[in-house]
């Protein structure tokens, strides 16, 4: 059974950075795309950044020159390094992965991520 988990979410200051990772498990063959969503309360999910399997990335416009994705296709993990972190980067965050060849998605349980003073 696959299994996606997140951890390094926490509080931080505006003007901060924390880095996200996610592992996935489960007998996986191959992992087409992953990526992270992020909901802040009241709002919908919203895609931050996806990177496929060769590195080609994809940003939100409202994190570009800010976060950075980066995945280790050997250990089945990506990252999210966000810096200059901003109050409306609060949210909780997702990670997602999409299975290849069978492009089955996946759904982590989510990291809090807030940032204030």
């Known amino acids: 059974q696959v299994q996606v988990m997140e951890s390094g979410g926490g509080l931080v200051q505006p003007g901060g950075s924390l880095r996200l990772a996610c592992a996935a498990s489960g007998g996986i063959f191959s992992i087409y795309t992953m990526g992270w969503y992020r909901q802040a309360p009241g709002k919908r999910r919203e895609l931050v950044a996806t990177?496929?399997?060769?590195?080609?990335?994809n940003y939100a416009d409202s994190v570009k020159g800010r976060f950075a994705i980066s995945r280790d296709n050997a250990k089945n993990t990506v990252y999210l390094q966000m810096n200059s972190l901003k109050p409306e980067d609060t949210a909780v965050y997702y990670c997602?992965?999409?299975?290849?060849?069978?492009?089955?998605?996946?759904w982590g349980q989510g990291t809090q991520v807030t940032v204030s003073s």
């Open positions: 997602n992965i999409v299975l290849s060849p069978s492009r089955m998605g996946y």
């Open positions: 990177i496929l399997t060769g590195g080609s990335a």
